[in-house]
């Protein structure tokens, strides 16, 4: 069986090597590109994210890929945003007051309430309750998150929630094809892992129907 | 509930671990690879990992070896030693570091920490403090620069403050005067810094076992880091976080 080919989205973001490294460990071949015709014909992306949504966006129009992100994803590509890459896949960010994405309804907020910022190392991951989905079937149950801002409310995607200081947020989401991890998958030690491998599964049928 | 850290350190001199008394008797304990991906296994939240060598060829030496460690290693890394301008950062940010501690740089040129929170984002910013007790009852430290070797006229709690206004998104404080003498982290230094920032701190110096470990983050502080206790084997991360869990305090 051939490997499942994720195409990892370079503009710029620091976590590249390390989603790279864990990727392969999970069994993928991966892609690093920065090209938007690479982007737009991937069966699967990942959207890394270490830094500012407003500089993220930034990188993401200068290359084109913005529309190439879209364009993969209308004929049938699977994505995976991680850290600031879950956050880009929304509509809005008030980092930096910056439109992102669109792809999935929601709002990213600075986390007020929260006692020491950035939320900063290993947190619960809870499940929401009757919402099972085969990208979250093997969901962290703690996992390491580094950040500031979050998607306070994404609505039906929000497959799984944290709290600190009595401030939830979603933290892990998907739609049709598209999800999002705010915690690091690659460095949540085995069980970011088994994380990764659960969405190279729920894309599985990504090759099998030929839009590699 | 969000966990408090355990942090084992790997102070690294040409590619080798090493750890010293009082910053000076280096001492070999081995791969830094290695010793990350066996902490890592071990259950190690995050490694802190801070190059002691200077120069054009250390750093060279530096990145390959963050590169190894960062597709090796399952858990954050968090890098320092040496980073004096905006492009270290980059550079290591790059190799794979997920933070990227600075300490003499910033002292020297404050407006660094702006510049490098402002493009990569305060989560991976770290500003380490070197501190040393003044003399006489005052209850203050000053802040020590180029690897401890020189104070400056900072008071290194204000330094702290100044640090998270400038955008750091994490502090790692060490005691200079506890540092290597396993009497315990200096609690006093670490709550005045505490009750004064809005960030995560990270308590370095002086641990010679769990208990210690434990005081630091019953005292505030996120996250505890340790060497030589690891290095020599004397404990285990495993023993550290058993010993957190016994005394009430959240770990993984």
């Known amino acids: 069986m051939t490997r499942p080919t994720v195409v990892l989205v370079d503009y710029g973001a620091g976590n590249i090597r390390s989603l790279r490294a864990a990727l392969e460990r999970a069994g993928a071949a991966v892609t690093v590109s920065s090209d938007r015709r690479v982007v737009e014909r991937a069966p699967r992306l990942m959207v890394p994210g270490q830094g500012a949504a407003g500089a993220a966006m930034d990188a993401l129009r200068a290359g084109g890929l913005d529309d190439a992100v879209r364009r993969a994803v209308a004929e049938g590509a699977y994505l995976l945003g991680v850290c600031v890459g879950l956050q880009l896949l929304f509509e809005r960010s008030a980092e930096d007051d910056v439109t992102c994405l669109g792809l999935l309804p929601g709002r990213v907020e600075r986390l007020e309430g929260v006692a020491l910022l950035p939320h900063m190392g290993w947190n619960d991951v809870d499940p929401v309750p009757g919402r099972p989905h085969p990208v979250a079937a093997e969901l962290p149950a703690v996992a390491y998150f580094a950040h500031s801002f979050a998607v306070r409310d994404a609505g039906a995607a929000t497959l799984a929630t944290t709290e600190v200081d009595g401030v939830r947020f979603a933290s892990m989401v998907a739609g049709d094809r598209i999800a999002g991890a705010q915690f690091h998958p690659e460095r949540s030690a085995a069980a970011g892992a088994a994380m990764l491998r659960g969405f190279l599964r729920w894309s599985a049928d990504v090759e099998a129907r030929g839009a590699a | ?252």
């Open chain 2, 1 to 252: 509930m969000l966990r408090r850290r355990v942090i084992p350190c790997l102070d690294v001199s040409a590619g080798r671990v090493v750890k010293g008394v009082n910053f000076v008797n280096l001492r070999d304990c081995g791969d830094p690879v290695e010793a990350a991906v066996r902490y890592a296994a071990q259950g190690a939240d995050e490694i802190a990992w801070l190059n002691i060598t200077a120069g054009d060829e250390g750093w060279r030496t530096l990145l390959a070896a963050v590169e190894r460690a960062a597709e090796q290693v399952d858990v954050p890394v968090t890098v320092g030693g040496g980073v004096s301008e905006e492009r270290h950062v980059r550079d290591l940010l790059a190799a794979g570091a997920d933070k990227v501690s600075i300490n003499t740089a910033a002292l020297r040129r404050p407006e660094l920490v702006t510049e490098c929170a402002e493009r990569h984002g305060a989560q991976c910013i770290v500003v380490a403090i070197d501190a040393r007790a003044d003399d006489g009852p005052t209850g203050s430290w000053t802040a020590y620069e180029s690897g401890g070797r020189r104070a400056t006229d900072r008071d290194a709690v204000a330094w702290a403050e100044e640090a998270v206004r400038r955008g750091a998104g994490e502090l790692l404080v060490t005691s200079m005067d506890a540092d290597g003498t396993k009497a315990g982290y200096a609690l006093d230094l670490l709550g005045a810094v505490v009750e004064r920032v809005s960030v995560p701190v990270v308590a370095s110096g002086g641990a010679a076992g769990p208990e210690h470990m434990a005081d630091a983050l019953e005292a505030g502080c996120a996250a505890a880091l340790a060497a030589s206790i690891f290095h020599d084997g004397t404990f285990t991360v495993e023993e550290v976080k058993a010993t957190c869990r016994t005394r009430g305090i959240p770990v993984r």
